[in-house]
Nanobody, 123 residues
C-alpha cells in the first residue's frame, strides 16, 4: 500500500525559500500523477500544483505560479515542491497526494495522501 510522507516544512521569513519533499514507500510513484495541496487554518484545502507521471506536464494555481516549482524523481520515488518568494499567506500545512491521471489531480480525486508538513512564513 502506497504511503506518502512530506518533509522540509518549517519556519521562514517572508521572501525566503523552502523545498518540500514527498517520499513514497510501499509502491512506486512512476505511473502516478503527483499533486501538492495546502490548507491554512480556517480555510479549505487548496490545490497548488500537479505533475504527470513522466514529468512532462505541470500546472500551478495562480496563487503560486512563478514562485513554486514542482518536480519529481521517479528513480528515488520522490516529488518536490520548491517554494520561493514566500509570503505570510503561504502559511499552511502542505500535503502531497497522488492520482491516477493528470486530469484528475484535484482534491476530491486523489487516491492517497500524506499527513502534511507545516510551513510558517513570518517575520
Amino acid at each position: 500500500q502506497l504511503q506518502l510522507v512530506e518533509s522540509g516544512g518549517g519556519s521562514v521569513q517572508p521572501g525566503g525559500s523552502l523545498r518540500l519533499a514527498c517520499t513514497a514507500s510501499g509502491s512506486t510513484l512512476t505511473s502516478k500523477t503527483i499533486g501538492w495541496f495546502r490548507q491554512a487554518p480556517g480555510k479549505e484545502r487548496e490545490g497548488l500544483s500537479c505533475i504527470n507521471s513522466s514529468g512532462s506536464l505541470t500546472n500551478y494555481a495562480d496563487s503560486v505560479k512563478g514562485r513554486f516549482t514542482i518536480s519529481r524523481d521517479n528513480v528515488k520515488n520522490m516529488a518536490y515542491l520548491q517554494m520561493n518568494s514566500l509570503k505570510a499567506e503561504d502559511t499552511a500545512v502542505y500535503y502531497c497526494a497522488v492520482s491516477l491521471l493528470f486530469g484528475t489531480c484535484v482534491s476530491g480525486r486523489m487516491t492517497a495522501w500524506g499527513k502534511g508538513t507545516l510551513v510558517t512564513v513570518s517575520s
